[in-house]
């Protein structure tokens, strides 16, 4: 089974911070997401990499960076944190397959960020 | 650009009775479509997927979707409700760029004993 892990599962910071998230997958994929997630919004696309060192932008990237130095690793940065990113941050992998097909994500358990 | 709509916020069902939640979607070309659950405090799990080969797909635990084109839908039933279907569901639409993934709003599913 892919296990997809998130460094923490609750997350409380203060206003103006540098935090980390951290997301780890076992499965060798290539693709890796970062999301966030908020009530009646359903998910949207912060980040993604298809590779070590590659990143493309995705849907909210305002305010957050990413790194993926390893193939496994993959991290969501948020260089001066606001209350207005205050949210549950979900991270996923999948294969990469060829323009106009997909595979299915497999998503880690969450991080709840609280930013006070 | 591919989009999604769940029809429906909140679903409130009795146990035992048939479940149905709705999804529409636009895109601009033969898409793959997916459904995700989501329970209380875990990840998002696959439920299903349409990937342009039977327009009914089967999934876990009893759901299935079947995908009509000529009314852009993809919706969700089960026939008959149990307690552990309460979740959040999510109707997802395939970007083809990337592998990159579009979801809907959610619809959480209340399940009556």
């Known amino acids: 089974d892919v296990k997809v892990t998130q460094s923490s599962r609750y997350l409380v910071k203060r206003t103006g911070e540098k935090v980390f998230l951290e997301c780890v997958q076992d499965?060798?994929?290539?693709?890796m997401f970062w999301y966030r997630q908020d009530p009646g919004l359903g998910l949207r696309l912060i980040y993604f990499s298809y590779d070590v060192k590659m990143k493309e932008k995705g849907d909210i990237p305002e305010g957050y960076s990413v790194s993926r130095e390893k193939k496994e690793r993959f991290s969501l940065i948020l260089e001066s944190a606001s209350t207005n990113q205050t949210s549950m941050y979900l991270c996923?992998?999948?294969?990469?397959?060829?323009?106009?097909?997909?595979?299915?994500?497999?998503f880690g358990p969450g991080t709840r960020l609280t930013v006070t | 650009a591919q989009s999604v709509t769940q029809l429906d916020s909140h679903v409130s069902v009795s146990e035992g009775t048939p479940v149905l939640l709705r999804c529409n979607y636009s895109s601009s070309y033969s898409p793959s479509l997916f459904w995700y659950v989501q329970h209380p405090n875990k990840g998002l799990q696959l439920l299903l997927k349409y990937t342009s080969a039977a327009t009914l797909v089967k999934g876990i635990n009893g759901f299935e979707a079947e995908f009509k084109k000529s009314e852009t839908s993809f919706h969700l039933t089960k026939p008959s409700a149990h307690m552990s279907d309460a979740a959040e569901y999510f109707c997802v639409v395939s970007s083809g760029y990337g592998n990159k993934l579009v979801f809907g709003a959610g619809t959480i599913l209340r399940v009556k004993s």
């Open positions: 996923a992998s999948s294969l990469l397959l060829p323009s106009g097909s997909s595979y299915e994500q497999y």
């Open positions: 499965m060798d994929h290539e693709n």
